[in-house]
């Protein structure tokens, strides 16, 4: 989209990781009883391969389509990077209100967005959601698609409303799991059919054109939360939770607009 030269980004939001306190270790706590020490664990690892994953990204040059973090993006294109605790905090609201956008998009964003928010942009507020809609609303929906043993997974995207992936549908695509996929790898495929999405929606908008609405009234509905460690423990005796070479395929990923 940053070669769409009709279309100006004007900033990216990025959420600043949890600083340790009493309070958020109290809720690191609360968060642990609820998905177990060993999938907390697993989580932690996982991040910091992903860490090390983009910070070789750095080292590697940069060729047309390769998926880049967000912030290398912006700095690659001298579009300012916001890095706020707190999305909704009426601070980061001014912070976007002076940007002045027509449009927002939520990718893989991990705050729940709030309606002071939803209010700001002219158009609205576009979701990237890593499921099918309507059937896998809620978190994580590459995990629980592979644990449901479903044969195939999908990426939607969604204007935002108040409740929890309810807003309308514009566009979403489906992918056959593969054997031997983990979460991660599901996570990978719909970060890249997500941004092909969001490319042709928004040439769609810079043509005037009004998005439709996809229709969802006899489609199942299920909203998953975040998965417990007794459903982690039954995931894992099937699938492997991650590998390190997916943490680091991104690297080398680039995008297919035939998607």
């Known amino acids: 989209m940053t070669e769409m030269d009709?279309?100006?980004?004007?900033?990216?939001?990025k959420s600043k990781p949890l600083r340790l306190s009493r309070k958020t270790a109290k809720h690191l706590r609360k968060h642990l009883s609820h998905?177990?020490?060993?999938?907390?664990?697993?989580l932690f690892w996982q991040q910091i391969i992903q860490m090390l994953g983009y910070t070789a990204s750095i080292l590697l040059p940069d060729k047309p389509g390769k998926i880049l973090p967000v912030w290398k993006i912006g700095q690659k294109h001298q579009i300012p990077v916001h890095r706020v605790a707190d999305v909704n905090h009426p601070d980061t609201l001014?912070?976007?209100?002076?940007?002045?956008?027509?449009?927002?998009?939520?990718?893989?964003?991990?705050?729940?967005?709030r309606q002071d928010l939803i209010a700001i942009p002219a158009t609205g507020i576009l979701n990237?959601?890593?499921?099918?809609?309507?059937?896998?609303?809620?978190?994580?929906?590459?995990?629980?698609?592979?644990k449901n043993g479903s044969e195939k997974a999908g990426v939607s995207v969604h204007w935002i409303d108040k409740g929890i992936d309810t807003g309308e549908l514009v566009a979403r695509h489906g992918f056959r799991i593969r054997e031997g996929m983990t979460q991660q790898k599901v996570l990978i495929h719909t970060a890249v059919i997500g941004s092909v999405l969001l490319e042709r929606i928004a040439r769609l908008i810079l043509k005037g054109q009004k998005l439709?609405?996809?229709?969802?009234?006899?489609?199942?509905?299920?909203y998953y939360s975040m998965p417990?460690?007794?459903?982690?423990?039954?995931?894992?005796?099937?699938?492997?939770?991650?590998?390190?070479?997916?943490?680091?395929?991104f690297l080398f990923l680039r995008r297919n607009k035939d998607q």
């Open 212 to 222: 439709k609405a996809i229709s969802i009234e006899d489609e199942e509905v299920q």
């Open 94 to 113: 001014k912070v976007i209100e002076a940007l002045q956008p027509d449009i927002i998009v939520s990718a893989y964003f991990n705050q729940i967005i």
């Open 35 to 42: 998905i177990g020490w060993r999938f907390g664990f697993l």
């Open 228 to 249: 417990t460690g007794d459903e982690f423990d039954e995931y894992f005796k099937s699938r492997r939770f991650f590998r390190i070479r997916d943490m680091f395929g």
């Open 128 to 146: 990237i959601h890593p499921g099918w809609l309507p059937a896998y609303r809620g978190v994580m929906a590459y995990f629980w698609v592979l």
């Open 6 to 13: 009709e279309l100006e980004i004007v900033g990216v939001v």
